[in-house]
């Protein structure tokens, strides 16, 4: 499929893919694909306005009605698992199997969410006086702002956002701004699966569309219960100190240094198998990457040439064509 298919395939129309200041560009082949129209921050403020309007009636809405609206999500991306898998392949550069991963790994977390919602179990305690017990209830907390970034550009949100969905809590995202189109092909998903809903608020699934700036609305706003990040240690320093400031929560899922240790008694060719499939997959681009390799001098000699073989054997080339690695 050509570029300008694959964005079909995802509900663009030419009209919204042009226009704007933000270019986007696909690392197949370096080609800008989009120059979208960008929010600015009084309209992520707009945004924030609308998220607490709906967490107002969302969490008094019953827990296992709030998962039938995330049973719908699910559903909707089992639909569109293909389209959506390419746009994330066309995008951020991962080879097609594993933009499909990707989009599964949104359907295994909705299917989680929905059962969650059945679940939201409290602890009835015994009291010392007499004829009274002690109760546990967990109450839903508040807007939920994701912040998510290039290399997985739709299942951290998916993960953060079905389970916000099912405790009662609004979610308003904010994408790399090297990704936004898969951020607004699953924004129109949700907009299909809350339509067959019937009744979901106004401002229940947001998306923004821009870059640092738009980030820092979400960090700063007192309205914002919680910020789920996913992105570079630098980023985590700012995002974090910015809640500590306010006093408001933060999840943080930052980059790694992973190494592997390999020691003489290691079965070299697993070991191999494992240290490719370590460092190479999703182009060396996610936070489990394998970076550092740490070998003993007895297998050194015996374990770098084979590694050194392995590399140059990959297949390179369009990761959207069957075969690249």
């Known amino acids: 499929m050509s570029h300008s298919d694959i964005l079909q395939a995802a509900g663009f129309s030419a009209a919204e893919l042009s226009g704007g200041t933000l270019a986007i560009h696909t690392p197949v082949d370096g080609s800008e694909i989009a120059r979208l129209k960008t929010h600015s921050k009084d309209d992520v403020q707009a945004m924030i306005g609308r998220g607490v309007d709906a967490f107002k009636s969302w969490r008094s809405t019953p827990a296992p009605q709030r998962g039938e609206l995330v049973r719908l999500i699910g559903e909707e991306l089992r639909a569109e698992k293909e ?93 790399s701004e090297k990704t936004p189109l898969t951020a607004l092909a699953t924004q129109k998903i949700c907009a299909r699966a809350m339509q067959k809903f019937g009744n979901a608020p106004e401002g229940l699934i947001q998306t923004i569309v821009g870059e640092r700036d738009t980030g820092e609305v979400l960090t700063g706003s007192r309205d914002v219960a919680i910020v789920s990040a996913t992105g570079s240690t630098r980023m985590g320093h700012a995002v974090g100190q910015k809640l500590a400031e306010r006093f408001g929560r933060c999840i943080l899922e930052l980059g790694g240094n992973n190494a592997m240790i390999v020691a003489p008694s290691a079965d070299l060719e697993m070991a191999l198998r494992a240290i490719v499939f370590s460092a190479v997959g999703t182009a060396g681009q996610r936070c489990t990457t394998l970076r550092r390799l740490i070998v003993h001098e007895d297998i050194y000699d015996q374990l770098i040439p084979r590694l050194k073989s392995a590399y140059d054997g990959l297949p390179l080339g369009d990761p959207l064509v069957d075969g690249t690695l």
């Open 83 to 175: 389209n959506l898998g390419r746009l994330v392949t066309l995008e951020c550069g991962k080879i097609y199997q594993e933009g499909l991963g990707e989009v599964q790994e949104m359907i295994d977390i909705c299917d989680f969410a929905v059962g969650l919602s059945r679940q939201l179990y409290g602890l009835t305690i015994a009291s010392e006086r007499p004829g009274h017990s002690m109760r546990e209830t967990w109450h839903p907390l508040g807007l939920c702002g994701i912040i998510t970034a290039f290399n997985f550009p739709v299942a951290p949100w998916c993960w953060n956002t079905a389970l916000a969905l099912v405790c009662g809590d609004p979610v308003i995202w904010k994408p």
